[in-house]
Structure formats: C-alpha cells, structure tokens
C-alpha cells in the first residue's frame, strides 16, 4: 500500500524554524516527483514546493521563496521542508503529495498533514 | 499565475439529483487540470486529471469534461458520501500549481 506519513509540525512564535517530514512507503520513492501543499485553517489549499526525483530542480511558491526549502533523502525515503523565519500566515496543515505517476505531478496520493501554528 | 475561478461557491442537492460543478482558468490550461475531494478532516484525494480521466478507485458516476479555460465536473447520481469540498487544479503553468478556491457541495 502507498503510504505518506508526514511529522514535525508545532506551535512557534514568529521568527522561528521548523523541518517538516514526510516517509514514504509502498513505492518506488527515488522515481517520483515530491511537492508540499498547505492548507490554512477554513481556507482552501495551496502548494507550496516541488523537487524532482532526482533532486536536479526544485520550485516554490512566492510565498514561501527564500524561507523554506524542500529537499528529499531517497536512500531513507524520506522528504522533508526546511521552514524558516515563520510568520502567522504559515499557519496551516501541511501535506505531502506524491506525483500521481512518474511522468506526471497530479497529486497522488497525499500524506494525513501534519499541523504548524505560528503565533506569538 | 493561472487563477482558477469555480463556481458555484456552495451548492445543495439531494441524493439522486446530478452536480455540475465549473472552474474556469484565466489562461489556457490545455487539458491540464484536475479535480479533488476533500472530506472534512481529510486529505484531498484526486478524483479526475487530465481533464476527464478518472483516478483510480472513482467510481463512474464522476466525471470530467473541458478544454482550455472551461472545465465540468460531473456528479451523475449523489449519494450522501459525495458531501465534501472540491478543488480544481492546474498544472500546465507553472510554478505555481494552482488551486480553485473549492466549491462545497451539502447533500440535503
């Protein structure tokens, strides 16, 4: 079975830094694109990064260009994101979310989320 | 930046009752846009790509149609467990990937 698992969220104040883990099962992990998506409490989703099997692009949204970086171990099968200088509007749910196949970056499957809460 | 616009915000149907539910791109997306449900408390699951195809697991009475900057999704006969946000998404300009806004659909 095809399982994401992500892990690493919290409660932070404003300025701080947090990694978020995703662990991948059930698949092939080194031949598939990897992406975070974010959901903000009430609000609708919004992806947030991307990065390539293997490793040679990543891509993010404005919102979060030059805060965060994704980066991924396929050795431990593992995908991670780096956050830094938080600020209340990433506050969210954090999901990870596999390319649907190896040649495409539909989204699935998605991980359960993993919750972040900047607040001071 | 692609905007996807759906449409309605919310609907509200009875079980049996069809669901047309619209997104339309700012741009041309080709056939490059998918649809996804999310139940409360879920994950979105991918429920169309590619415009019209059906991900594994969907059962046929959701389907997708559309081309360019005009897209459907299709819900032929509701059933209760159909109560759920869904999204559309684009992937044919990016970064970034974009998401509709959702349209929220209550089963009566």
């Known amino acids: 079975e095809v399982q994401l698992v992500e892990s690493g969220g919290g409660l932070l104040h404003p300025g701080e830094s947090l990694r978020l883990s995703c662990a991948a099962s059930?698949?092939?992990?080194?031949?598939?694109?990897m992406n975070w998506v974010r959901q903000a409490p009430g609000k609708g989703l919004e992806w947030v990064a991307y990065?390539?099997?293997?490793?040679?692009?990543?891509h993010y949204a404005d919102s979060v260009n030059g805060r965060f970086t994704i980066s991924r171990d396929n050795a431990k099968n593992s995908l991670y994101l780096q956050m830094n200088r938080l600020t209340v509007e990433d506050t969210a749910v954090y999901f990870c979310a596999r390319g649907q196949t190896q040649t495409n970056n539909w989204f699935d499957p998605w991980g359960q989320g993993t919750q972040v809460i900047v607040s001071s | 930046e692609v905007v996807l616009t759906q449409s309605p915000a919310t609907l509200s149907l009875s079980p049996g009752e069809r669901a047309t539910l619209s997104c339309r791109a700012s741009?041309?997306?080709?056939?490059?846009l998918a649809w996804y449900q999310q139940k409360p408390g879920q994950a979105p699951r991918l429920l169309i790509f590619d415009a019209s195809n059906r991900a594994t697991g969907i059962p046929a009475r959701f389907s997708g149609s559309g081309f360019g900057t005009d897209f459907t999704l299709t819900i032929s006969s509701l059933e209760t467990e159909d109560s759920a946000v869904y999204y559309c998404q684009q992937r044919k300009i990016w970064p970034p990937i974009t998401f509709g806004q959702g349209t929220r659909l209550e089963i009566k």
């Open positions: 990065i390539r099997p293997d490793e040679t692009a990543v």
């Open positions: 741009q041309s997306v080709d056939r490059y």
């Open positions: 059930g698949f092939t992990f080194r031949t598939y694109g």
